[in-house]
C-alpha cells in the first residue's frame, strides 16, 4: 500500500483540493501499468479517486488528470474482478458501478484490491 505523502507532488497538488476539510483518506494505491503511467487511487472517508498522468501529444511532457471522482452515496456497487491475466500476476481489477458510469480500477495488486473492495462496500451500506 503507498503513503500519501510518498505520491508523486503533482498528484498531490491536484489532489489536496478536491479533497474537503475533514475528509480522511483511507487507502492509497497503485494500479494500471506500474511501468508506463500507473493509476493512483485513493480512498477518503468519502470517495473514490483515481489520478493518472496524461502525455501531451508526442511530447514527453505529462499532466495529472481526475479520471476518477466518485462520491459513495452514488455508487450503487462494486465488484472484485479476476480474469486471467489477473490470476497470472496476482492482480484484480475493481468495477464501480455508479449513477450513469462504469469506473475501472485495473491492474491493483490482490491483497490491496481485496481490502479498497472491502472499504468501499462498507462505505456504501452506511
Known amino acids: 500500500m503507498a503513503d500519501f505523502a510518498n505520491l508523486p507532488t503533482r498528484i498531490q497538488k491536484i489532489a489536496k483540493p478536491v479533497l ?57 456497487s462494486a465488484t472484485l474482478e479476476r480474469y486471467l491475466k489477473h490470476r497470472l500476476f496476482g492482480q484484480a481489477r475493481i468495477e464501480i458501478t455508479a449513477k450513469r458510469y462504469i469506473y475501472g480500477i485495473d491492474n491493483i495488486n490482490y491483497q490491496e484490491a481485496k481490502q479498497a473492495h472491502k472499504l468501499i462496500t462498507e462505505q456504501i451500506r452506511r
Open 20 to 76: 474537503q476539510q475533514h475528509e480522511q483518506i483511507h487507502q492509497c494505491f497503485l494500479a494500471g501499468s506500474s511501468l508506463l503511467n500507473p493509476d493512483f487511487a485513493l480512498i477518503t472517508s468519502k470517495r473514490v479517486l483515481v489520478f493518472d498522468e496524461k502525455f501531451m501529444g508526442n511530447l514527453p511532457i505529462t499532466y495529472p488528470n481526475i479520471s476518477c471522482n466518485v462520491l459513495f452515496e452514488d455508487i450503487r
